[in-house]
């Protein structure tokens, strides 16, 4: 099987952005493979969609990720400072389409 990296940039607070080589062949969502990276996420459900310790703005590349499932909405929905753009990252599976994705990890500043 052939391997595919994505690049995947990740926005520090401080506006710099870090670019990630990420695998599409291991099946990882973007919260395991960025806590893999030791970003802090808690992801306390464990990928599960119910607690949103995982939530991500996208910057750039947001027409390349899947529509949003129900529980992703409604998950969101409960946060009090959510963006338009943000999304939960244990829902967003690596696949080369997200070649190029630009995300800032949703922290209240």
């Known amino acids: 099987m052939e391997e595919q990296n994505i690049t995947v ?3 520090n ?3 710099s952005r870090v670019a990630l080589e990420a695998p599409t062949d291991m099946g990882l969502s973007l ?3 960025l806590k893999a990276c030791e970003y802090d996420i808690l992801a306390t459900c464990g990928g599960m969609a119910l607690c949103a310790t995982c939530c ?4 750039e590349g947001e027409d390349k990720l899947n529509e949003m499932s129900d529980d992703e909405y409604a ?3 409960t946060l009090p400072d959510v963006l338009p753009n943000s999304r939960l990252a244990c829902q967003l599976q690596l696949n080369p389409a997200m070649d190029g ?3 800032k990890l949703h922290h209240a500043e």
């Open 75 to 77: 998950m969101l929905d």
């Open 101 to 103: 994705l630009v995300v």
């Open 13 to 15: 607070p401080d506006g």
């Open 56 to 59: 991500v703005d996208v910057l």
């Open 9 to 11: 940039h990740v926005q």
């Open 31 to 33: 919260m395991e493979y």
